[in-house]
């Protein structure tokens, strides 16, 4: 019985590299497709309206993302840092022992956490994304340069002090009475994006066995798990093989039943980005001829997922495609990431 036990295990541990491994170079072929689908819309002349906004962030203000890069709210607020150009450190976080949040003045260390250290001395934690990016956009579109981060930062909690309230966060303190209506369609989106696109992430990237273990091996790259430290290698292992068994076997299929998603989670991933696709139309953008905060909150969740299996059938099933690789380019293209600070590997 044991050597039938053991014999089992083999083969299917055997069975699921052979899948990764074909998924692998799988993967390598069409990241290369979609690479040379960007650089060649990138040679286009489009011009693109991009319309910052009026009050720009101190320069001796500092401004750090705490995050973990495959983090689809993580990655919403990058976009908007991203897209508007606005400098700020990006702090990695370890998942195991986090000590990159110890110095934190919040009780729960959880991402997306900005902090802003204002050159007056006045330091401010901001957390939950969609309030994050609507007090950054409430503050750069303050004409008469009223507001600071630590007056819009008790704005905010006064108005989202009722939980019942699932709007508050998404407002914006400074649009006037002619922008109500394009408040309302992108606040709309903003929202989606959270109540419905960011739930078919999961079952989509740890569909199967296979599939969660290079999901994993891609979290583990991009992330921070010890870097050079001693224990690195350990912590790596035990979170590929560990993490990809427990999200595949036990989270994956909840989150499914849960969101009530289609037998076959891509299909769910695909009418979603479509209902997207269907929303933007002929237009380049959500927004028009720039991007609006709907589309960096649908390119934010979407972007957790590149280099993963879901991402490129996402592109190759879906029409999703333009409109991903215009926001990708200017996003790149504006960004002022002053630089990855690394702090594990003194830990």
């Given at each position: 019985?044991?050597?039938?036990?053991?014999?089992?295990?083999?083969?299917?541990?055997?069975?699921?590299?052979?899948?990764?491994?074909?998924?692998?170079?799988?993967?390598?072929?069409?990241?290369?497709?979609?690479?040379?689908?960007?650089?060649?819309?990138?040679?286009?002349?489009?011009?693109?309206?991009?319309?910052?906004?009026?009050?720009?962030?101190?320069?001796?203000?500092?401004?750090?993302?705490?995050?973990?890069?495959?983090?689809?709210?993580?990655?919403?607020?990058?976009?908007?840092?991203?897209?508007?150009?606005?400098?700020?450190?990006?702090?990695?976080?370890c998942p195991a022992f986090k000590p990159e949040m110890k110095s934190l003045t919040v009780k729960k260390k959880k991402v997306p956490t900005v902090r802003i250290c204002e050159a007056t001395g006045t330091e401010t934690v901001?957390?939950?994304?969609?309030?994050?990016?609507?007090?950054?956009?409430?503050?750069?579109?303050?004409?008469?340069?009223?507001?600071?981060?630590?007056?819009?930062?008790?704005?905010?909690?006064?108005?989202?002090?009722?939980?019942?309230?699932?709007?508050a966060k998404y407002t914006i303190k400074n649009y006037g009475l002619d922008n109500q209506e394009k408040f309302r369609k992108e606040l709309e989106w903003r929202k989606w994006a959270d109540d419905k696109l960011v739930h078919?992430?999961?079952?989509?990237?740890?569909?199967?066995?296979?599939?969660?273990?290079?999901?994993?091996?891609?979290?583990?790259?991009?992330?921070?798990?010890?870097?050079?430290?001693?224990?690195?290698?350990?912590?790596?292992?035990?979170?590929?093989?560990?993490?990809?068994?427990?999200?595949?076997?036990?989270?994956?299929?909840?989150?499914?039943?849960?969101?009530?998603?289609?037998?076959?989670?891509?299909?769910?991933?695909?009418?979603?980005?479509?209902?997207?696709?269907?929303?933007?139309?002929?237009?380049?953008?959500?927004?028009?001829?720039?991007?609006?905060?709907?589309?960096?909150?649908?390119?934010?969740?979407?972007?957790?997922?590149?280099?993963?299996?879901?991402?490129?059938?996402?592109?190759?099933?879906?029409?999703?495609?333009?409109?991903?690789?215009?926001?990708?380019?200017?996003?790149?293209?504006?960004?002022?990431?002053?630089?990855?600070?690394?702090?594990?590997?003194?830990?």
């Open positions: 019985m044991r050597w039938l036990a053991l014999t089992t295990s083999a083969c299917l541990s055997q069975a699921a590299y052979l899948s990764y491994k074909h998924l692998e170079q799988r993967k390598i072929t069409r990241t290369r497709s979609w690479f040379s689908f960007v650089a060649s819309n990138s040679e286009k002349k489009e011009m693109v309206n991009i319309q910052l906004p009026l009050r720009r962030i101190k320069e001796n203000d500092k401004l750090e993302l705490i995050q973990y890069a495959t983090c689809p709210f993580c990655n919403k607020v990058r976009s908007y840092l991203d897209f508007y150009g606005i400098p700020y450190t990006l702090i990695e976080v901001l957390q939950e994304s969609s309030q994050i990016i609507s007090l950054l956009h409430s503050y750069q579109i303050d004409s008469k340069s009223s507001e600071t981060f630590s007056s819009l930062a008790v704005h905010f909690r006064q108005i989202t002090e009722n939980s019942d309230d699932q709007i078919v992430v999961a079952p989509n990237i740890y569909r199967n066995f296979a599939e969660s273990i290079e999901t994993f091996r891609v979290i583990t790259a991009k992330g921070n798990y010890g870097y050079d430290a001693y224990w690195a290698k350990p912590l790596t292992f035990m979170a590929t093989w560990f993490g990809s068994t427990f999200m595949c076997f036990v989270i994956a299929p909840r989150l499914k039943k849960k969101n009530k998603l289609n037998e076959n989670v891509r299909q769910s991933l695909y009418e979603h980005v479509n209902e997207w696709v269907a929303e933007v139309g002929e237009k380049k953008f959500h927004g028009g001829d720039s991007p609006n905060l709907a589309d960096l909150a649908v390119f934010g969740v979407l972007r957790c997922m590149e280099d993963m299996e879901a991402f490129l059938d996402m592109l190759e099933f879906t029409e999703i495609g333009p409109w991903y690789g215009r926001m990708s380019k200017l996003c790149s293209k504006n960004s002022k990431q002053t630089h990855f600070r690394q702090t594990s590997k003194q830990s």
